[in-house]
């Protein structure tokens, strides 16, 4: 199936995308061989966007649900869903804390968590996920202090640091993006 090409475009100009597109398929690149790493099955992709991460990681595990709340980019999902053929991806259209809710009260199971949250972190996401118990957490961030304070929650509750990878998305300017990626309990 085709997309149209006026289509996509208007929806990514409505949607979340990374200004550096080299830079960023580094990103997804490392992020899906991280992901693999793991020996994960299933993931829950929150703050997924419009799939950045989304069909990378479908290439390499089983099942990924992935979680967004702006429509336009749930609806460019939709269309490069269609377009990779990527059977494996469910798109959720919700938030990622009303998603989690519905995660826990239907006792849903996911290996990985892999969240790429905006600026503000995810204060009211870190402990829904921590009672998810996955076994592995990548945190995407592009912010260091609340990063800094998610990442917290996530140590006090068992889960250990193995790597932070830092990336360089917008060369000249203070901006830095992170990668992290912790384990419950240290090495599976």
């Known amino acids: 199936v085709k997309i149209s090409p006026d289509r996509k475009t208007a929806l990514q100009l409505l949607s979340f995308v990374q200004s550096n597109p080299e830079q960023n398929q580094k990103m997804v690149s490392l992020v899906s061989g991280l992901a693999h790493s793991t020996g994960a099955q299933s993931c829950l992709e929150l703050f ?3 799939g950045n991460f989304t069909f990378a990681l479908a290439k390499k595990l089983a099942a990924v649900t992935a979680v967004e709340l702006n429509r336009c980019a749930v609806e460019l999902a939709d269309l490069l869903k269609t377009e990779s053929g990527a059977d494996n991806v ?3 259209s919700q938030s990622s804390e009303a998603y989690l ?5 239907s006792n849903q199971k996911y290996d990985l968590v892999l969240l790429d949250p905006p600026r503000a972190g995810a204060k009211k996401e870190i402990q829904k996920i921590i009672a998810l118990k996955p076994k592995a957490v990548i945190y995407v961030s592009c912010e260091p202090s609340t990063l800094a304070r998610d ?3 996530l140590l006090k509750a068992g889960y250990q640091l193995e790597k ?4 360089d998305l917008f060369p000249q300017t203070f901006h830095l993006e992170s990668i992290s990626l912790l384990r419950l309990g240290g090495k599976l």
């Open 48 to 50: 997924a966007g419009s």
């Open 90 to 92: 469910r798109i959720i």
């Open 101 to 105: 809710n519905y995660a826990l009260k």
């Open 151 to 153: 990442l917290a929650a």
């Open 164 to 167: 932070i990878i830092p990336m």
